[in-house]
C-alpha cells in the first residue's frame, strides 16, 4: 500500500529566506505521480508542483522546487525566497499509475509559517 | 476556464438529519473523487466516479454514498449524521482516472459541514 510521510507537523521561517519540507513515499509501483498542494486556512487545496516518477530532472514552478531523489524515496518541496503569503498547511500526495483503485494519497501536512 | 465548484461552501445539520452536498468539475474531467478532512484523521479518500461509475471506494461507512451525473457532476450524501461527521469535504477532478495514469487533482473549495 501507498504510504506517504511528513515528519514535520511545523515549520517557521523568516521571510525572504528558503524551507525546505519534507516528504517521503513508499510504493511498488514504478509508475506515479508525486504532488504538492498548499492549503490555506480557507480550506482550497491549491496546486503546487508535480514530479513524476520518470522525469529525470527536478520539477520547478517559480519560487517552488522539487528535489526529487528516487532512490532514498523522497520528494521534498522547496520554497525559496519565502514571503508572508506562504503561511498555511503543505500537503505532499501520491498517486500510482498502474494499480487500480490508485486514489491519490495525501501525508500528514507541515504548517509552515513565515515570520516578518 | 472554470475550476472545481462545490456547493454549498458551509452546512449546519442536526445529528440524524441527511445531507447532499454538490460538485461540478473542471470542464472535460470526468473523474471525481471526494475526500474528508478532519484535524484527527486528515484527508481521507471517500469515493472516486468516472463515466457515472463508482471506481473506487474509501474505508467509510455505508452511510456515505455518491453519485455522478452524465455531465460529469457528482454528488455525494450522508445519511443519519453524527458529530464526528463534522468536516470538510472536498472534492478533486482529474482528466485521469484510477488505473489509467497518474494524473493530477484540481480541487473544489470545499464544503465545511458542521453536525451538531
Known amino acids: 500500500a501507498q504510504k506517504i510521510t511528513q515528519t514535520q507537523p511545523g515549520m517557521f521561517v523568516q521571510e525572504k529566506e528558503a524551507v525546505t519540507l519534507d516528504c517521503t513515499y513508499d510504493t511498488s509501483d514504478p509508475s506515479y505521480g508525486l504532488f504538492w498542494y498548499k492549503q490555506p486556512s480557507s480550506g482550497e487545496m491549491i496546486f503546487l508542483i508535480y514530479?513524476?516518477?520518470?522525469?529525470?530532472q527536478n520539477a520547478t514552478e517559480g519560487r517552488y522546487s522539487l528535489n526529487f531523489q528516487k532512490a532514498r524515496k523522497s520528494a521534498n518541496l522547496v520554497i525559496s525566497a519565502s514571503q508572508l503569503g506562504d503561511s498555511a498547511m503543505y500537503f505532499c500526495a501520491m498517486r500510482e499509475g498502474t494499480y487500480n483503485n490508485n486514489d491519490m494519497r495525501f501525508g500528514a501536512g507541515t504548517r509552515l509559517t513565515v515570520k516578518p | 476556464k472554470a475550476g472545481v465548484t462545490q456547493t454549498p461552501r458551509y452546512l449546519i445539520k442536526t445529528r440524524g438529519q441527511q445531507v447532499t452536498l454538490s460538485c461540478s468539475p473542471i470542464s472535460g474531467h470526468r473523474s471525481v473523487s471526494w475526500y474528508q478532512q478532519t484535524p484527527g484523521q486528515g484527508l481521507q479518500f471517500l469515493f472516486e466516479y468516472f463515466s457515472e461509475t463508482q471506481r473506487n471506494k474509501g474505508n467509510f461507512p455505508g452511510r456515505f454514498s455518491g453519485r455522478q451525473f452524465s455531465n460529469s457532476r457528482s454528488e455525494m450524501n450522508v445519511s443519519t449524521l453524527e458529530l464526528g461527521d463534522s468536516a470538510l469535504y472536498l472534492c478533486?477532478?482529474?482528466?485521469?482516472?484510477?488505473?489509467?495514469?497518474?494524473?493530477?487533482?484540481?480541487f473544489g473549495s470545499g464544503t465545511r459541514l458542521t453536525v451538531v
Open positions: 514530479q513524476g516518477s520518470y522525469d529525470q
Open positions: 478533486a477532478s482529474s482528466l485521469v482516472v484510477s488505473g489509467q495514469g497518474w494524473g493530477g487533482y484540481t
